[in-house]
């Protein structure tokens, strides 16, 4: 049984940061890590990246800003936040694939910027 807990949300200023994490509990070999965001009424949206090869991409909205990373030793997905705006408000979602294209996702963790 494969779960994603989430942690790191929270508020923060315009122009602070934070970072999330997602840790995987289970073994899985070979899995990609994406971070999505929701803002209520609106889609969900791919913010962030992270495979296997540590290749990362990013939507347009916060290149330059946030960064994915993984720790395989530990089994957690980070993504860290910089230079945050009021527009990245929204709860934030881990959701892992498997390299045989199973996902999973987290509960979700809301993050609120205030200016």
């Known amino acids: 049984q494969v779960q994603l807990v989430e942690s790191g949300g929270g508020s923060v200023q315009v122009g602070g940061s934070l970072r999330l994490s997602c840790q995987v509990s289970?073994?899985?070999?070979?899995?990609?890590m994406n971070w999505y965001r929701q803002v209520s009424g609106k889609e969900r949206e791919l913010v962030a990246s992270i495979n296997t090869n540590d290749l990362t991409n990013y939507a347009d909205a916060v290149k330059g800003r946030f960064t994915a990373a993984r720790d395989n030793v530990k089994g957690t997905g980070y993504l860290q936040m910089n230079n945050m705006k009021a527009e990245d408000t929204a709860t934030y979602y881990c959701n892992l694939v498997t390299s045989g294209g199973r996902g999973y996702w987290g509960p979700g963790t809301l993050v609120t910027v205030a200016s």
């Open positions: 289970g073994t899985i070999f070979g899995w990609t």
